[in-house]
């Protein structure tokens, strides 16, 4: 219970890419092997002044995502620690052939970065907008697969990916974020994070739906539902110990991401409940659609990614017990 932070009703101060910048500042000057490669978004992704403090680190591969995983595949064989970044439905659809066989197949150590998942692409619109990434993502042979749900989770995840060999898919939400974490909170590869017990219902989640579930906890308890809330800020590895465990202890299980309910995290779970331990499940997601161009708030509304919708989800699941 100690890992969430005061108020995540409210976004922080600080935007994640930010974050993501200064981060991978520290960690090359720490470590010269440490590079960043962007598709012409160097202003989105916020790594000039890393462009700025490591000119020969930096790679800014123009308009072709496919090229940009292949050089970083080609750094990767030399000995470097390459972090690509481009908007998520480039880095999944458009390049996937090249993480695939120059990444994944052939063992190389790439970290990819996709900015604006699902909603938060916003007035870029469905073409833009990926609902989809981590299906395609997490059904490539070992890949890690991670989104950080605030400013410190982004910190200690990019950190984690630099010392973890292998490729890793981090989906990265550039603006602000609700406050869940204390600063120094520890994250450990196929581990959700424990932020609320409760005994009635699990909410698992990932991204900014994390703080859309700790709102609806709140909301359930006023009607005497106690909602345990999971982080599940790496949805593979997935953490199938926490979710037998919510499954045998709260006997329903709720999902809620930014994403497609088909082959996310929703399918993840469902997998486990299938395989190893059933309990009734409710997926808040995208109902199979594409997406389409308006502001964030409106696209919650819209694509039934409220706190409001888990909290009838997870009544849902408590009556299917």
């Known amino acids: 219970m100690g890992v969430i932070v005061a108020d995540f009703h409210k976004h922080g101060d600080t935007e994640l890419r930010k974050v993501y910048c200064s981060t991978l500042m520290?960690?090359?000057a720490e470590d010269e092997r440490v590079c960043v490669l962007d598709a012409d978004l160097m202003n989105a992704s916020a790594t000039k002044p890393f462009a700025a403090a490591f000119p020969e680190n930096t790679f800014d591969c123009g308009v072709q995502e496919a090229n940009m995983l292949g050089v970083a595949a080609g750094l990767s064989a030399t000995g470097q620690i390459p972090f690509t970044h481009t908007f998520a439905p480039f880095a999944a659809r458009r390049a996937c052939d090249q993480i695939f066989v120059s990444c994944a197949y052939a063992k190389q150590n790439v970290k990819i970065v996709g900015s604006d998942p699902g909603i938060t692409t916003a007035l870029n619109g469905g073409t833009h907008m990926p609902?989809?990434?981590i299906a395609i993502m997490r059904s490539i042979p070992e890949i890690t697969v991670v989104e950080p749900a605030d400013a410190v989770a982004v910190r200690e995840i990019?950190?984690?990916a630099k010392e973890e060999y292998g490729v890793w898919y981090i989906r990265l939400h550039r603006k602000t974020a609700p406050a869940i974490y204390e600063a120094g909170t520890t994250f450990e590869v196929g581990k959700a994070n424990l932020l609320r017990d409760g005994k009635d219902v699990t909410i698992i989640a990932m991204g900014f739906c994390v703080a859309e579930a700790l709102k609806a906890a709140e909301l359930l308890e006023k009607e005497g539902i106690q909602a345990r809330v999971l982080d599940m800020f790496c949805v593979k590895p997935l953490d199938e110990t926490a979710v037998i465990r919510a499954a045998q202890e709260t006997g329903a299980v709720v999902t809620a991401e930014n994403h497609n309910v088909i082959n996310g995290l929703g399918s993840a779970v469902a997998d486990v409940l299938a395989s190893a331990c059933w309990a009734p499940l409710e997926k808040v997601g995208v109902q199979d659609e594409?997406?389409?161009v308006g502001p964030v708030d409106y696209l919650q509304e819209r694509f039934g990614l409220t706190a409001q919708a888990i909290c009838e989800k997870?009544?849902?699941?408590i009556a299917r017990k």
């Open 290 to 292: 594409f997406g389409e």
């Open 131 to 133: 609902f989809e990434d």
């Open 158 to 160: 990019v950190r984690m």
């Open 314 to 317: 997870a009544k849902k699941a």
């Open 26 to 28: 520290e960690l090359a």
